[in-house]
Every structure is written in structure tokens, then in C-alpha cells.
């Protein structure tokens, strides 16, 4: 078998021979071309045809998303975003590239991390992109479905969300690939949609904390991280709220909580978590959903959730960026329906309007 071949995008020489170090010192991977720019990115991209590119987005005249959105619609290619920004914009750009097709995003390295973890980190990210199976990726926004069409009609003209009595809230987990997918499944809800929707979606800190910011300027619903302590939101409050970086969203006598309690399943903020207190405290009267994303993580909670009574959804393979959770959670037993990623809106929209 042969090496993993990287393509390097990177502006900052130092930054750039640093990242070249490190892939070359692993056995597996071979470095296959460097560019400091966009232009040069594009252009190797096509010619060298890599397994994997790393890719900064901030790089001139032709920006890391410009480059994300070509590639992905020319020449797609696995796209592992490396960034250290933290400004507004920035990040901004980021999950637009990650809605454009880009993969996953890694924070660069600090001063303040121990020598050599951030290294193996890169290592890992590189390698599991590089076993990922990227598609054509034209951006665009798809119309919402009828069902979502009728409902925003409503909420424009004043009238109350439709009565909700069968389900109280919905939970949803994600990991790679997850903050594309949440864009389309909350793009095509109604201002009016009456489920509260928790959800976890592990994401580098750097880049979670402005997730909910993103996805709340792009989608009909209010969208906001969790308050330690606030209630519940009951039904006929169409909110989505996020778990925080680095704390475990649960739910316990009627109020949110955030644990700062260890990983579970290398994860923290763990979707596990979240499904469990839900099978605990919401029952039968809960939805769950498992999207895209590497590993394990929400399959036991999900399956919790359906011995419970609640309905439980899962991904499909041909639309997930990566087939490991939800494939976790079907084999587990844990999944009542398998659906596309355009099917997931829809059948949400039917589920909360279904009555007891």
C-alpha cells in the first residue's frame, strides 16, 4: 500500500516547513507539493491529484474558503483545515469552508501544549482524512420542503406553531462533517418548527464557541450555546441550543446542565452524555438523531434512547462524511430509521407535528 500524499497550503514559511516535518516524519505519509497561496494550491491540487490537503485560510488574494469551494467542485480532494485564527470573520469563513466540502478543522499548534501532542494530533487528522471518500460539492441552497414552506407562511402571518403533543425535544450528535450537515438540517425548519433540539457536535474549542453564532445567522431558529441551569425548553419553543467546548451537555430535573466530569469515549462534549440524561428524564417522548462523524460516540446513548421508547434516526453512508457513529448505532441495534441527509428535515417536521 502506498504513502498517504499530502498537499501542504500554508503562507507562513516557518508554519509550512514545520507541518512538512512533521508528515514526513511518519513512515505512512509522503509530502507531495507545498503552496503558499491559493493560486499555486489550486493548481497543484489538479496536477498532483494528493490523498489529502492541509489547508490555512488565510492566504491572500485567494482565500482558504475560495480554494475549499474550486477544489471541492473541480478536483475534490480531502480538505483538514489548520488555523489558528480566532477573530469573528475568520472562523466564520471556516465553517463556510467546511460547509463548502472541507472535511474537518485543527487548531495549529501553541507554545503552551506538551512537546509532541499536537504533532500526533496532526499525524491522526491527516490519516483519517485521508481514508475519507469526498464527492463533488457544488454549493447551494437547496429550497426547504413543502411541509417547512407552509409553516414559515404561518409564522409570517401571525399565527401560533402547530400543537405539539406526542414529543417534547429532539437530540442530535455529529462529529466530522457535522457543522455542514447541521446547516442543512436547520436551513430547511421553519421559524415556527416547535421542538427544542439539543445538540452535540464535536468541533475543535477554538472554532465551537462561535458554531451556534454561525449556524444561528444562517437558519431560521435561534440558535445559542447551553446556560448552566436554565430550564428545559418546553415544547412550542423552537430553539436550538449547543452543547459549550470542553463540557458535557445533559439533562437533569428539568434543566440543562454542563459537566465538567472526564472524556467519554475521548470525547467532551460527549453526544453519549447528552442521549443518556435524555432517555433518563424526556423517555418516550424524545427523538433522536445521530449524523456524520468518526468513532463510537452516541451509540450507546442512543440505544438507551430507544429502550426507552423514544424514535431514534441515523445517517445514512452515501450522505455522511464519515460513516462511524451512526454506522456504531445501527449496529448496535440503536437506529428505527436510516435516512438521508436531505430526508432528515422532512421527517422531523413530520415527527413534531404527530400527536398522541
Known sequence: MGKIRVLIVEDSVTVREQFAQTLSADP???????AADGKTAIELCQALRPDVMTLDMMLG?????????YVMAYCPTPILIVSSSTNRGDVYKTYEALAAGALDVLDKSRADQPHGNWEREFVAAVKLASRIKVITHVRGRRSAPPAAEEQVAASRNGEPPRPV??????AIGASTGGPAALLSILRRM??????????VNHVADTFGSFLAEWLGNQTPLSVSCAVDGEPVPAPGEGRVILARPGYHLAVHAGRLRLISGNERNCCRPSVDVLFESVAREIRAAAIGCLLTGMGKDGAAGLLAMRRAGARTLAQDE??????????????????????????IAPALLTLALKRL
Do not use: C, H, R
Not at 28 to 34: L, Y
Not at 61 to 69: I, K, Q
Not at 190 to 199: E, K, M, N, T
Open 190 to 199: 421553519p421559524a415556527s418548527f416547535a421542538l427544542p433540539i439539543l445538540v
Open 318 to 343: 452515501a450522505s455522511s462524511a464519515v460513516f462511524g457513529m451512526a454506522q456504531a448505532a445501527i449496529l448496535a441495534g440503536a437506529v428505527e430509521t436510516i435516512l438521508s441527509l436531505d430526508d
Open 61 to 69: 488574494e485567494l482565500s482558504g474558503l475560495a480554494v475549499t469551494e
Open 165 to 170: 403533543s406526542a414529543y417534547q425535544l429532539i
Open 28 to 34: 505512512e505519509i509522503a509530502v507531495v507539493g507545498k
